[in-house]
């Protein structure tokens, strides 16, 4: 299973970004994917779902800022990061919840002004 994520850059505070991940190796449109990001010097934590039917689940911290959706057709699941705070600066990664079979690169963003 292989997972790229990309879209990741400096922003400042308030600002919008999408990032998106490819994923290869599972039935894609079978498999909830979740959204995860690990901040300089703190462990790694999850912040988002979406399951097969589209339901999504998020963690307290981004609910109301960042949206996670997929595109089945494309093998592709985004995370829309909106209004972002300094305290969102992380690496961020998507996998499958529950399994984490393996991780990416994940895809660095800095919140500053």
């Known amino acids: 299973v292989q997972f790229v994520e990309s879209g990741g850059r400096s922003v400042q505070p308030g600002e919008f970004l999408r990032l998106s991940c490819t994923i290869s190796?599972?039935?894609?449109?079978?498999?909830?994917l979740g959204w995860y990001r690990q901040a300089p010097g703190k462990g790694r934590e999850w912040i988002a779902t979406?399951?097969?039917?589209?339901?999504?689940y998020y963690a307290d911290s981004v609910r109301g800022r960042f949206t996670i959706s997929r595109s089945n057709a494309k093998n592709t699941l985004y995370l829309q990061l909106r209004n972002l705070k300094p305290e969102d600066t992380a690496v961020y990664y998507c996998?499958?919840?529950?399994?984490?079979?393996?991780w990416g690169q994940g895809t660095q963003v800095t919140v500053s002004s």
């Open positions: 190796g599972i039935t894609f449109e079978n498999q909830p």
């Open positions: 979406v399951r097969a039917s589209d339901t999504t």
């Open positions: 996998n499958v919840p529950g399994w984490e079979p393996s």
